[in-house]
């Protein structure tokens, strides 16, 4: 079992395997995108399958796999079916934009991935499409369906609320009645940079005070909004009885409904005390915080090292993980440098 000098047991290794995107999100890149990395900056699939392999014998069993956007990346497929076969590690897991999970989602399930998450910030057409500047929700809500019709389980969107987006959080609650999705609203985070645009200007330029939206609120609207509508009394689901997963969410259930409402609050409410996460970024940087920019030089290990430093250099991030986040506002790289 892997333990931080805190006492905090680390059992989850988020690996971006690519920082490039096929959208360009008004909250996770700049207006003018970013630089991609080169080809050998970015770490092999061979490389990420070693340090995975090297971290599952140091006590991580859950991985979920992130970008940029990962179904990009050529050979995905066959990378998640050697990583079950590496580490022997079945907890694998990987967040999409699903705007092309409708085209793998049945190799990927017949690689072994059962679990998905979706990242989808409005049901509205045109607003989908200007905040990802030129994505068509119905691509991503086609992903959705291909995730269900192939057994994937659990089936989770991740909805990043903004105040200046106007989103309507009660479709989002609608979708779970019926279907067993589970919708976690997360708290909009101060990754990248700080600006001084709201996420509906053009110029949107980073993060704003006045586009944070506690989970106190999130919940009382969905609360409010949810009885006028006539689907009941908003309940919290104990912990057993949640959906799978290895994060923070506190969820939620309306009455007989088949899916859940969760909430992420990296700020109100913050959770550093239970983090249990590791991050790689695609070009090999092991980060201890997602807000902290302080970064461990895996690449170069991994290049140079033997299986022994490569364990060494996991041992220190352990070691250098800090208490918490402090609310620091802004990184130096911006969400999809990362990992998302």
Same mark, same amino acid.
């Not at 989602?105 to 499409?129: C, F, H, M, Q, V």
């Not at 609650?173 to 279907?179: G, L, N, Q, Y």
């Not at 609203?185 to 700080?194: R, S, T």
């Not at 509508?229 to 409904?257: E, T």
């Given at each position: 079992?892997?333990?931080?000098?805190?006492?905090?047991?680390?059992?989850?290794?988020?690996?971006?395997?690519? @920082?490039?995107?096929?959208?360009?999100? /008004?909250?996770?890149?700049?207006?003018?995108?970013?630089?991609?990395?080169?080809?050998?900056?970015?770490?092999?699939?061979?490389?990420?399958?070693?340090?995975?392999?090297?971290?599952?014998?140091?006590?991580?069993?859950?991985?979920?796999?992130?970008?940029?956007?990962?179904?990009?990346?050529?050979?995905?497929? @066959?990378?998640?079916?050697?990583?079950?076969?590496?580490?022997?590690?079945?907890?694998?897991?990987?967040?999409?934009?699903?705007?092309?999970?409708?085209?793998?989602?049945?190799?990927?399930?017949?690689?072994?991935?059962?679990? !998905?998450? !979706?990242?989808?910030? &409005?049901?509205?057409?045109?607003?989908?499409?200007?905040?990802?500047?030129?994505?068509?929700?119905? @691509?991503?809500?086609?992903?959705?369906?291909?995730?269900?019709?192939?057994?994937?389980?659990?089936?989770?969107?991740?909805? /990043?609320?903004?105040?200046?987006?106007?989103?309507?959080?009660?479709?989002?609650?609608?979708?779970?009645?019926?279907?067993?999705?589970?919708?976690?609203?997360?708290?909009?985070?101060?990754?990248?940079?700080?600006?001084?645009?709201?996420?509906?200007?053009?110029?949107?330029?980073?993060? &704003?005070?006045?586009?944070?939206?506690?989970?106190?609120?999130?919940?009382?609207?969905?609360?409010?909004?949810?009885?006028?509508?006539?689907?009941?009394?908003?309940?919290?689901?104990?912990?057993?009885?949640?959906?799978?997963?290895?994060?923070?969410?506190?969820?939620?259930?309306?009455?007989?409904?088949?899916?859940?409402?969760?909430?992420?609050?990296?700020?109100?409410?913050?959770?550093?005390?239970?983090?249990?996460?590791?991050?790689?970024?695609?070009?090999?940087?092991?980060? &201890?915080?997602?807000?902290?920019?302080?970064?461990?030089?895996?690449? &170069?290990?991994?290049?140079?090292?033997?299986?022994?430093?490569?364990?060494?250099?996991?041992?220190?991030?352990?070691?250098?993980?800090?208490?918490?986040?402090?609310?620091?506002?802004?990184?130096?790289?911006?969400?999809?440098? !990362?990992?998302?």
């Amino acid at each position: 079992m892997a333990t931080d000098a805190f006492g905090r047991r680390i059992d989850y290794l988020r690996i971006s395997v690519t @920082d490039r995107c096929n959208l360009r999100c /008004v909250y996770c890149m700049p207006p003018g995108g970013i630089d991609w990395k080169e080809h050998d900056q970015v770490l092999s699939f061979e490389e990420i399958e070693r340090f995975a392999r090297i971290s599952a014998e140091e006590g991580i069993s859950k991985i979920r796999l992130t970008g940029g956007e990962p179904l990009v990346r050529l050979g995905i497929v @066959d990378h998640v079916r050697r990583l079950r076969e590496t580490t022997g590690i079945e907890a694998i897991a990987l967040t999409t934009n699903g705007t092309l999970l409708a085209r793998y989602a049945k190799d990927l399930a017949e690689a072994g991935l059962k679990r !998905i998450n !979706i990242s989808l910030d &409005t049901l509205e057409p045109e607003t989908y499409s200007r905040i990802t500047r030129g994505g068509r929700l119905e @691509d991503v809500l086609a992903g959705m369906e291909a995730a269900f019709a192939v057994g994937m389980d659990p089936v989770k969107l991740n909805v /990043v609320v903004v105040r200046s987006l106007d989103q309507d959080l009660l479709g989002f609650a609608r979708m779970t009645v019926d279907r067993p999705v589970h919708v976690r609203f997360i708290e909009y985070m101060p990754v990248g940079d700080v600006g001084e645009h709201s996420c509906t200007s053009a110029e949107a330029d980073g993060w &704003t005070e006045a586009d944070h939206v506690s989970t106190d609120e999130i919940l009382e609207r969905i609360t409010v909004e949810g009885e006028a509508a006539g689907l009941g009394v908003l309940a919290p689901v104990a912990r057993d009885d949640a959906p799978g997963g290895w994060g923070p969410a506190m969820y939620y259930r309306f009455p007989g409904a088949a899916g859940t409402l969760g909430v992420i609050a990296p700020l109100s409410h913050h959770f550093c005390g239970e983090c249990n996460r590791l991050r790689l970024t695609a070009d090999g940087g092991l980060r &201890t915080c997602l807000f902290s920019d302080a970064e461990l030089d895996v690449r &170069t290990v991994l290049r140079t090292g033997t299986d022994e430093d490569v364990r060494a250099l996991i041992h220190r991030a352990l070691d250098s993980k800090p208490e918490g986040h402090n609310q620091q506002h802004g990184t130096v790289r911006y969400m999809s440098q !990362i990992g998302g």
